[in-house]
């Protein structure tokens, strides 16, 4: 019969195993220590609910690891492929919806002709039929790249918490979509007037080349589209225990000043009011991301948020900034447009 050390010895790993992405996971949890939040307790070495968790935790090895994030980076790309087979066969009208913001803008400053120029034989071949599909493409596949991601991740994490995947794919790809029309409505056509506006009675006429035009409309897409992903980016450092919404909450001075250092490094004009349109919405989406979090905390006590009270409040909101907007249409003669600031004598 073997002794008592023997046995024990048996069920300890042994040495040169190399860690699992679930060993990561928990050692980055204890780590981090609950920040803000309080210490993570240990596992306990046995018991039902604890059994339950781990049996849902996927052991691989390095090596496995590494193939599993092959696999996952070559079907990413085939996605990104796929959709940008899609967006060449309308390449000519993405261009030019592209180029209403240019158009507008010089209109509005009275440059006759309202054109982009192009200055090298290649220019138009390569923005419009290799450089603007790959940027749909991106856009359009964003889904499938971060359900790739989640799929990395998941084994590592226990069983209640991949249920959140359908939530966090559909809610990451709707924000980087937000964040793509918000900047291509609102934030590039108002920077975009300002900048070309600087010069005028200057002795200065606007004239933009493709090249420059499509560089600055895709820092601006791709940057806005990717802040946007704030919300998600905190739920998934609460998923990982590594956050939690009171510590969030008790230093948001900080978050909020970080957001707005972020906003005046990004905005691409140096006035405060186009700064202020990056920095609204990024303070409005750090909040959502503590109220997701939140969410999830309730989950984890099996507790629940009063939803009925919240939208009887967010309704009742809603009539009184509809009544509003009526009495200002009927009685003070404003009338609705479709840009800031959307409601106008």
């Known amino acids: ?21 679930g060993d990561v996971i928990d050692k980055l949890r204890r780590l981090a220590g609950g920040g803000g939040g ?28 590494l193939e599993e994030l092959r696999t996952r980076i070559i079907r990413a790309l085939w996605g990104i492929a796929v959709a940008f087979g899609v ?11 592209v180029c209403q913001p240019a158009v ?27 450089k603007l599909p790959v940027l749909c493409a991106i856009f359009l596949s964003f889904p499938w790249i971060i359900y790739q991601v989640w799929a990395f991740v998941a084994p590592g994490l226990y069983r209640r918490e991949r249920r959140w995947a359908a939530p966090f794919i559909l809610c990451s790809g709707g924000l980087f979509l937000l964040g793509g029309f918000f900047a291509y409505f609102v934030v590039f056509r108002y920077g975009l007037t300002f900048l ?18 499509f560089d600055l409309f895709v820092n601006v897409m791709l940057g806005v589209g990717l802040v946007f992903e704030l919300p998600i980016l905190i739920f998934f450092l609460t998923l990982l225990r590594i956050v939690s919404p009171s510590f969030l909450v008790a230093h948001s001075r900080y978050a909020i000043l970080i957001i707005f250092i972020i906003a005046a490094v990004v905005t691409p004009t140096p ?3 186009n700064m202020m349109l990056f920095a609204l919405p990024m303070c409005l989406l750090f909040y959502v991301g503590i109220f997701a979090g939140y969410l999830l905390v309730l989950n984890r006590e ?16 809603l009539l009184l900034l509809a009544g509003a907007i009526y009495i200002a249409i009927v009685r003070y003669h404003y009338r609705l447009v479709p840009h800031l600031p959307f409601l106008i004598r």
């Open 1 to 21: 019969m073997a002794s008592s050390e023997e046995t024990a010895g048996a069920g300890a790993p042994q040495a040169g195993t190399v860690s699992s992405p």
């Open 38 to 65: 309080g210490g993570t307790p240990p596992r306990p070495p046995s018991g039902g609910d604890s059994d339950d968790e781990e049996e849902g935790m996927v052991r691989m090895s390095f090596l496995e690891h």
């Open 87 to 97: 967006s060449l066969t309308f390449s000519n009208q993405l261009w030019n919806f």
């Open 104 to 130: 507008v803008a010089l209109k509005i400053l009275k440059v006759n002709p309202p054109v982009l120029i192009q200055i090298d034989p290649m220019e138009a071949f390569n923005i419009i039929w290799f």
């Open 196 to 213: 070309l506006g600087l010069g005028l009675g200057n002795n200065v006429v606007p004239m933009v080349t493709m090249t420059h035009y």
């Open 271 to 273: 006035d405060v009011f």
């Open 302 to 317: 099996n507790r629940r948020f009063p939803w009925g009270k919240a939208m009887t409040i967010g309704l009742a909101v």
